[in-house]
């Protein structure tokens, strides 16, 4: 038996606005863009993990009108989980993200446990992380 991770959910405030983000400073790929009852999702991904899809969607989507205010406050707290990518060239990540205009929590630095990373909020307030394996 297998079994792989097929979608991850990212909650953010308006998909329109995380867009630039996700597709063009972290460089995914719009695979799916659907709307239905007033809301949209939208799939990204990447050729490096093909049938790995990201979802952006906004609180409420999807969701009972209760779930949705109580995930809209998680997200305006800064309280979901922090999202963490990996890339073969931190440096250059880190640089597209910045001059994209995303926020910096933390620049490229090295990990006491092994990997070198750097930190960013997306337009939404999410932490997103980006790692590189430590050289060999």
Known sequence: MTIALQYLNITVNDVDESLPFYRDALGLDVQNDVSS????WVTLGSDAQPGLGIVLSVPHA??????????QELLTK??????VFRSDDLD??????RSSGAEVLQEPMDQGWGPRDCAFRDPSGNTVRIAQAPAA
Request: charged share 20%.
């Open 78 to 83: 800064g309280s979901l989980p922090l999202l």
């Open 37 to 40: 009852g007033g809301f949209r």
């Open 92 to 97: 250059a990540a880190f640089e597209t993200l």
């Open 62 to 71: 999807g969701r009972s009108q209760a779930d949705g205010d109580a995930l």
